[in-house]
């Protein structure tokens, strides 16, 4: 009797065992799915989901007139082209470790562009420290390569910022880059969405 209540306590214990891995293994689970979707959040929490708008002053740095003129210039420049075009003006980096890396992360959060195609473009201005970032899909790069964006930056947008001209930094960084890109068309691309963000992080310009 005493050696089958044995057996029965221990069989007891083993499943008290799996049990107890199995609750460990769904809790690390949990723990890491978290830490994934957190990776993509931008870190100003205002901004965790794309509306679709051209432009997103959470700066408080356009006149409503010159909103209504970037959306419209960034609206027709889609229809024509399938472009997209979007203006972020935040007050500044939050606790993001470089404008590198906040731009990086609201062009990933957003989904800059339709599915397959490498179609969107993201200026981001940060008023606070005068500084400007593009970041730009592998479709826009072909029409628009590193020197092109980074120039667009130095002689349209960057003076102006600097000066403590925001609206006119961001009209004039929008308005060059609407320029540049008209008349192309772009179509979907051998290189899916996925496949980019995991073998290139790049291009991202900044100063």
Do not use: C
């Amino acid at each position: 009797m005493e050696l089958k209540f044995g057996k029965l306590k221990q069989r007891t214990w083993r499943w008290e065992m799996v049990a107890m891995v199995r609750r460990l293994g769904l809790a690390i689970g949990a723990l890491v799915i978290v830490i994934s979707l957190n990776t993509f959040v931008p870190h100003h929490s205002k901004i965790q989901v794309f509306n679709g708008a051209g432009i997103i002053d959470q700066a408080d740095a356009v006149s409503p007139s010159n909103e209504a003129e970037l959306n419209q210039i960034t609206a027709s420049l889609e229809a024509s082209t399938g472009a997209k075009i979007v203006v972020a003006a935040m007050p500044d980096l939050g606790t993001a470790p470089t404008i590198s890396a906040y731009v990086g992360e609201l062009f990933d959060a957003w989904e800059m562009g339709r599915t397959n195609i490498e179609n969107g473009v993201l200026l981001l201005v940060v008023t606070g420290d005068r500084t400007a970032a593009i970041r730009a899909g592998s479709e826009i790069l072909a029409v628009l390569p590193d020197a092109r964006l980074q120039a667009i930056l130095n002689d349209r947008v960057l003076p102006q910022l600097k000066d403590g001209n925001v609206d006119r930094s961001i009209l004039r960084g929008t308005g060059a880059l609407a320029a540049a890109l008209e008349g192309e068309t772009f179509t979907p691309s051998v290189w899916s969405r996925q496949r980019y963000r995991r073998w290139s992080r790049w291009p991202m310009y900044y100063l």
